[in-house]
């Protein structure tokens, strides 16, 4: 099955930094979407992009919608402990039937030492 | 509460049996999925169902079998034939299988640990 290149696969930084992630895949998505993982539970949705060029935030989280549709990030500012966790970007390619899957990233591992 | 449920939260199980994880979802969404997660690894998707008596085969359904007999329920039987069953499971599901609204985004439930002894 196909997944996104996400980057980086682990970033560990000191309480109060900012944090950068991207993920790009060779396909057009339609749905770009970012979720956080706490360890032993499931992901929760943390920002929904519908819109080429979508910029949202979230508290001290922002996320972007890539002009190519093909890429997009995810800023944590100022980041706290809480933060810790493994962050994956998920897109769609389509709307509608079997094309409705979400194809997942990798993920991103991130550690932040207060 | 509205939710999705999984249970057990663990599950051990010896080699060469066939095991059931439990899917449950009271937010009356249409579609339904399940994922498998391994160390280190994305989410790769088992089987969905975008509609009741209706599913379809992910990118790795080998081992596998599903049944959705209720709009709300989506379990999933891990069977002998899987080679490697020792993963998190987890199941996720969206209001409406389009994925054309704004809210139309999956939620996921806790998650099984299944370790094969």
């Known amino acids: 099955g196909q997944q996104l290149n996400q980057s980086p696969q682990s970033m560990f930084i000191q309480e109060g930094e900012d944090v950068s992630m991207n993920c790009t895949s060779s396909s057009i998505f339609n749905t770009w979407l970012w979720y956080k993982q706490d360890p032993g539970e499931g992901p929760v949705l943390l920002i929904a992009?519908?819109?080429?060029?979508e910029l949202t935030s979230n508290g001290r989280l922002t996320a972007q919608f890539g002009i190519t549709r093909k890429d997009s990030f995810l800023n944590i500012s100022a980041s706290i402990p809480s933060d810790v966790g493994i962050y994956f970007c998920?897109?769609?390619?389509?709307?509608?039937?079997?094309?409705?899957?979400?194809?997942f990233g990798t993920g991103t591992l991130l550690a932040v030492q207060p | 509460d509205g939710g999705i449920t999984q249970s057990p939260k663990y599950l051990f199980r010896k080699e060469g049996q066939n095991v059931t994880l439990s899917c449950e979802q009271n937010l009356n969404h249409d579609a339904m999925y399940w994922y498998r997660q391994d160390p280190g690894q994305g989410l790769r998707l088992i089987y969905y169902s975008q509609i009741v008596n209706d599913f379809q085969k992910g990118d790795i359904a080998e081992g596998y079998s599903v049944s959705r007999e209720k709009k709300e329920s989506f379990p999933l039987t891990v069977t002998s034939a899987q080679k490697n069953p020792t993963a998190f499971y987890l199941c996720?599901?969206?209001?409406?299988?389009?994925?054309?609204?704004?809210?139309?985004?999956?939620?996921f439930g806790p998650g099984t640990r299944l370790t094969v002894l």
């Open positions: 996720a599901s969206q209001r409406a299988a389009s994925g054309r609204a704004r809210a139309d985004t999956q939620y």
């Open positions: 998920a897109g769609r390619l389509n709307y509608g039937g079997a094309t409705n899957k979400l194809i």
């Open positions: 992009l519908y819109k080429a060029g």
